[in-house]
Antibody
Framework: EVQLVESGGGLVQPGGSLRLSCAAS????????MTWVRQAPGKGLEWVAN????????YYVDSVKGRFTISRDNAKNSLYLHMNSLRVEDTAVYSC????????????????WGQGILVTVSS | EIVLTQSPATLSLSPGERATLSCRAS??????LAWYQQKPGQAPRLIIY???NRATGIPARFSGSGSGTDFTLTISSLEPEDFAVYYC?????????FGPGTKVDF
């Protein structure tokens, strides 16, 4: 069974930093793209970043470029999101998800999700 | 950057009725589009991938269609557990935005 468990959230002041972790189990972690998605309270889903299985490709939404860094440790089956210069508008539940490629040449889609972790940016 | 719009914002229906949800992209995403269902307090659930393929375990009452810029999610006969928010998500080019969502409620 695929399991994704986020940790590292909490309350942080504007301008501060946090590192989120996502512990993966039940699948061969290194073979999959992984993604971070966030959801502000009462709002919709926002894709934040994703990373290829070997870590060689990383992509970000414009609003976090230069502030957030996605990384992974395949030996530890773990995904990370390093968040710096946090803003009030970064307040959200952050979820990690596994992306599946159903066939060669097709897109990748988030088929398994963690329950999410709350990050609150407030003074 | 591709922008997704969804309509309607809210769809008020009863169990047994047919639901038709629309997603429009600001430029072509070919067939690289997914639909997710989200219920309060729960993680999103993949319903449709590549515009028209049902994900594992998704009932046949869910169907997706479209390509390019216009996509539709159809629920042929609503069950009580289908009342939720549905998001489309393009996977064609980075960044990868979600649509704003359509709430299907009573």
């Amino acid at each position: 069974e695929v399991q994704l468990v986020e940790s590292g959230g909490g309350l942080v002041q504007p301008g501060g930093s946090l590192r989120l972790s996502c512990a993966a189990s039940g699948f061969t972690f290194s073979r999959y793209w992984m993604t971070w998605v966030r959801q502000a309270p009462g709002k919709g889903l926002e894709w934040v970043a994703n990373i290829k299985g070997d870590g060689s490709e990383k992509y970000y939404v414009d609003s976090v470029k230069g502030r957030f860094t996605i990384s992974r440790d395949n030996a530890k089956n773990s995904l990370y999101l390093h968040m710096n210069s946090l803003r009030v508008e970064d307040t959200a539940v952050y979820s990690c998800a596994r992306e599946v490629n159903y066939y060669e040449g097709g897109g990748t889609y988030a088929d398994s999700w963690g329950q999410g972790i709350l990050v609150t940016v407030s003074s | 950057e591709i922008v997704l719009t969804q309509s309607p914002a809210t769809l008020s229906l009863s169990p047994g009725e047919r639901a038709t949800l629309s997603c429009r992209a600001s430029q072509s995403v070919r067939s690289n589009l997914a639909w997710y269902q989200q219920k309060p307090g729960q993680a999103p659930r993949l319903i449709i991938y590549d515009a028209s393929n049902r994900a594992t375990g998704i009932p046949a009452r869910f169907s997706g269609s479209g390509s390019g810029t216009d996509f539709t999610l159809t629920i042929s006969s609503l069950e009580p557990e289908d009342f939720a928010v549905y998001y489309c998500h393009q996977r064609f080019s980075w960044p990868l935005p979600f649509g704003p969502g359509t709430k299907v409620d009573f």
